[in-house]
């Protein structure tokens, strides 16, 4: 994949609204965001960059040492991270599963357009071939 070919790892513009408008009418509280991806076998950084020679693993990790703290700071924390075994049924591949739970919808977008979480951003799109974002309402308390 060469570094024009588009990725799908980024919320549109629209999907930020869809959230923003589940708080703005009071339904946020708590909530899970499963993220499915698949990683490049060689990350890609912009060439302005000059970045040393890594993996997709690799460039994730570097977006995930500065993101996790983002998350652990407002109250959140990793539910559950695995790699994928096998991929049973469908035709999208994935190499991970990470299911994030998370305060609020406002604390994901505020932490989302911190500066700190949009300067990690460029390590993600080097790392990943896509991502498959759910966001979920957390599980009721019983």
Do not use: W
């Not at 790699?83 to 998370?102: C, R």
């Amino acid at each position: 994949m060469s570094s024009t070919t588009p990725t799908k790892t980024e919320p549109t513009k629209q999907q930020l609204e869809a959230l923003a408008q589940i708080v703005a009418r009071g339904d946020d509280g708590p909530f899970q965001m499963v993220n499915i991806i698949q990683y490049k076998h060689q990350a890609e950084y912009p060439a302005e960059m000059n970045a040393p020679a890594r993996t997709g693993r690799e460039a994730y990790a570097e977006y995930a040492a500065v993101v996790g703290p983002l998350i652990f700071a407002l109250g959140g924390s990793v539910a559950f991270r695995q790699n994928v075994e096998l991929g049973f049924v469908g035709d999208q591949p994935a190499d991970e599963v990470i299911i994030v739970n998370y305060p609020s919808r406002q604390a994901y977008l505020d932490m989302f357009h911190s500066a700190a979480y949009q300067e990690a951003i460029v390590h993600r799109k080097a790392g990943l071939v896509y991502r498959t974002l759910f966001a979920c309402s957390a599980p009721s308390p019983e």
